[in-house]
């Protein structure tokens, strides 16, 4: 089955500065890689996702990257705010066919801190 | 539009004891997910419905089980307790099967004493 490894487990930035995850997923066959963000009592929520058609998303200040030839993706999140202290998911899913097809498999999160 | 909806938010049941949790999907989503969220295991994929169909299945005992209704919305049962089911359990809605984005509710957080 599909195996997603996310690193840095902890990330810690000044506010203003850049913040880069990655994740590395193991499936061929995952074409959908969302990210979420996840605050203290909440579910995760989706707050950009790539597929394995396009290399690169941006939303404002944040961004995706996708590598399907080395199954790497990462988010960039620029000019960091305090209110992005959170813990972020990244994850991947499988088109039809595909064992995994329908569920996400997540890697294991980041807690990122924003310091003012 | 409202958001995926569980309900209770917060359980406390004793071992041996069966519970059962209820999500709400967003008006119109047909998928809902479930997953299991813990420390020590992170974010786990439990079961998909579709149709009132259970389409996929995570690696949990047959403890665990699922349904769907015709409104979409679905329940989640866990029977016989243990110490280990305690987590918080999220429900996730989508428009359609395949790559419509997941959306997911607060949780239901379960205590097992």
């Known amino acids: 089955g599909e195996n997603v490894e996310q690193h840095p487990s902890t990330l810690s930035v000044q506010e203003g500065d850049s913040a880069v995850i990655k994740c590395t997923y193991s499936?061929?066959?995952?074409?959908?890689f969302p990210w979420y963000k996840q605050e203290l009592g909440k579910g995760p929520q989706l707050i950009i996702d790539?597929?394995?058609?396009?290399g690169e998303k941006k939303d404002q200040r944040i961004a995706v990257t996708l590598n399907k030839t080395a199954k790497h993706f990462s988010l960039h999140i620029t000019e960091t705010q305090p209110e992005d202290s959170a813990v972020y998911f990244c994850?991947?899913?499988?088109?039809?066919?595909?064992?995994?097809?329908?569920?996400?498999?997540f890697g294991q999160g980041t807690i990122l801190t924003v310091h003012p | 539009k409202a958001g995926v909806t569980q309900t209770p938010r917060y359980l406390i049941k004793t071992r041996g004891q069966q519970v059962t949790l209820s999500c709400s999907p967003i008006s119109g989503h047909r998928s809902v997910s479930w997953y299991q969220q813990t420390p020590g295991q992170g974010l786990q994929f439990l079961f998909e419905y579709f149709s009132e169909t259970q389409r996929n299945k995570g690696n949990f005992p047959g403890r665990f089980s699922g349904r769907q209704f015709s409104n979409s919305r679905s329940e989640m049962n866990v029977s016989t307790l243990e110490l280990g089911d305690s987590a918080l359990y999220l429900c996730a809605s989508s428009l359609e099967r395949g790559l419509s984005p997941l959306h997911f509710g607060n949780g239901t957080r379960l205590t097992v004493t």
């Open positions: 790539i597929r394995s058609n396009v």
């Open positions: 499936d061929s066959a995952s074409n959908y």
């Open positions: 994850a991947a899913r499988a088109n039809a066919g595909g064992t995994s097809y329908g569920k996400l498999t």
